[in-house]
């Protein structure tokens, strides 16, 4: 079991109204279950002079780590909402929890008193800050808070090892009680960047919502926002951009930007484009002036096939009616003038089941789907592609799992995306492709999409078959 403790004091007279704003009684012991935490809600000082509130998180590291294994079942909706923890933002989940009524900042029946000021002190017994004692007093000063930090040696008889990350943390300030636990619940998961959870679009409201006053203005405001949305860089953008006031209103990218952790984790470096200039050249190497775009998904590569009039036939296919919506909204289908509409055909189908009208074409392209399939429909899926439909040239790209590692927000073994099957590491890829080749007689190629790293290889591996 580990244990983290933050207790919150005043000296506000009768000082024991904080267990009335808190909607806890001091006289009592509460516990809360909060994800798989127990937190014990008690009073260690109730007097009319001093309130002392204490919340004792006990956390069960095998049940976070059960918790979090679940994420790899694959339902999206799962995977949004069963998140894990890192300690610090448990305790910030627990502090919102378990005062989710004190921290609205309204009460009924004495809005005087949820509207004082009234003199608080908070102390966190040890919170880890990957920024050390510099990033709290970062964090907390410029809100009006009187900052100190003691910092323990990691091990006092190696002192060349230095701090460790636990510090412990006194802040007072005289202030609304909302305020400080609004302030405390964005703040203390900011600290411990190295903590993966994820988050989704309701995390960007939520972020809003509770920050949406002093985070404005606050120095660090992107730091925060960084480090609370974990390094999201979509999201931030757009939380940035809703704080700034700037109209934000295309639902439809808000859903992209929410939807896909992948894109928010490849981002960065504009995978996603590099992947889709490659495909479009390496069609132009091979010739290719037909081609069919198999899990076409929103059309991002229809829509450079057709701006590019050396392609003269162009489908795409995708099994999901949802995505190919999606790409006639992204081509503007419907005002299309009627010789670009000829040039190109949108339609509903499966790549695990031979299809006639994936015949005659020079080339298809199969970008980053293969890993949407169930291992034991891939040889469908080659005999539909390769044995039946036999393009000229096929083009084929995945993640490449080696390179996972490089992105730091993935944890050890999992999968960019919460609906991928699997991801190859090279070998694997090429392995696979070396038997559809020698089975359908098509000659491959390899080759490396994105930035490369060293050792790892690139992001995204890309087949090319020829016959
Ligand atoms: N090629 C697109 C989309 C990749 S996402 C791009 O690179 O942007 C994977 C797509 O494959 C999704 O749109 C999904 O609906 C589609 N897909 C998954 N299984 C499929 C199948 N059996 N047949 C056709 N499409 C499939």
Redesign the pocket.
């Given at each position: 079991m580990g244990y983290m403790i933050l207790t919150i004091s005043t000296t506000y007279r009768p000082a024991t109204d904080l267990g009335y704003l808190l909607r806890k009684n001091p006289d009592r012991h509460q516990t809360f279950d909060v994800f798989g935490a127990t937190a014990h809600v008690f009073y260690p000082v109730a007097t009319d002079e001093r309130c002392t509130v204490a919340l004792l998180l006990e956390v069960d590291p095998i049940d976070l780590v059960r918790r979090r294994g679940q994420r790899h079942a694959g339902i999206v909706n799962q995977y949004v909402n069963d998140r894990p923890y890192g300690a610090n933002s448990l305790l910030s989940v627990a502090l919102g929890k378990v005062f989710s009524s004190a921290r609205t900042g309204k009460s009924l029946d004495r809005p005087e008193l949820a509207a004082s000021i009234m003199p608080l002190e908070v102390t966190i017994a040890a919170l880890p800050s990957d920024g050390g004692a510099e990033l709290i007093c970062q964090l907390f000063e410029p809100l009006g808070y009187i900052v100190e930090v003691t910092s323990e040696l990691l091990d006092s008889a190696f002192p060349q090892w230095g701090e460790s990350r636990y510090h412990r943390v006194d802040l007072s300030i005289t202030a609304q009680l909302s305020d400080v636990l609004t302030h405390l619940t964005v703040l203390i998961p900011s600290l411990d960047g190295s903590k993966h959870y994820w988050v989704g679009d309701d995390e960007v409201d939520k972020l809003l919502h509770r920050g949406g006053d002093w985070l404005s203005t606050h120095p660090l405001k992107d730091l925060i926002m960084r480090r609370y949305l974990m390094d999201q860089r979509a999201l931030t953008r757009e939380a940035l951009r809703r704080l700034s006031g700037e109209d934000y209103s295309d639902p439809d990218e808000r859903t992209r930007q929410g939807d896909s952790a992948e894109a928010s984790l490849e981002r960065p470096m504009s995978l996603?484009e590099q992947?889709m200039q490659a495909i479009v050249k390496t069609l132009h190497e091979v010739g290719a002036k037909t081609v069919a775009?198999?899990?076409?998904?929103?059309g991002?590569?229809l829509e450079l096939l057709i701006a590019d009039s050396h392609f003269t036939k162009i489908i795409g296919?995708?099994?999901?009616l949802h995505?190919l919506e999606r790409s006639k909204k992204r081509l503007y289908y419907e005002s299309m003038a009627q010789r670009q509409q000829e040039r190109i055909q949108l339609i509903h189908?499966?790549?695990?089941y031979r299809d006639k009208r994936l015949s005659g074409w020079d080339a298809a392209t199969v970008?980053?789907?293969i890993e949407?399939?169930d291992p034991d429909r891939l040889i469908a899926f080659c005999d539909s592609i390769f044995g039946h439909a036999q393009p000229s040239c096929v083009i084929i790209t995945t993640p490449n799992a080696d390179y996972n590692e490089v992105f730091t927000s993935l944890n050890k073994g999992e999968l960019r995306h919460p609906d991928h099957r699997f991801e190859w590491s090279r070998h694997e890829f090429a392995e696979w492709a070396q038997q559809i080749s020698s089975h359908y007689k098509y000659r491959v190629q390899f080759r490396p999409v994105g930035d490369e790293h060293l050792e790892l290889g690139s992001p995204t591996q890309m087949a090319v078959f020829s016959r």
């Open positions: 996603n992947r775009d198999l899990g076409c998904g929103e991002k590569l296919m995708d099994v999901s995505a189908g499966s790549l695990t970008i980053e789907v949407h399939l």
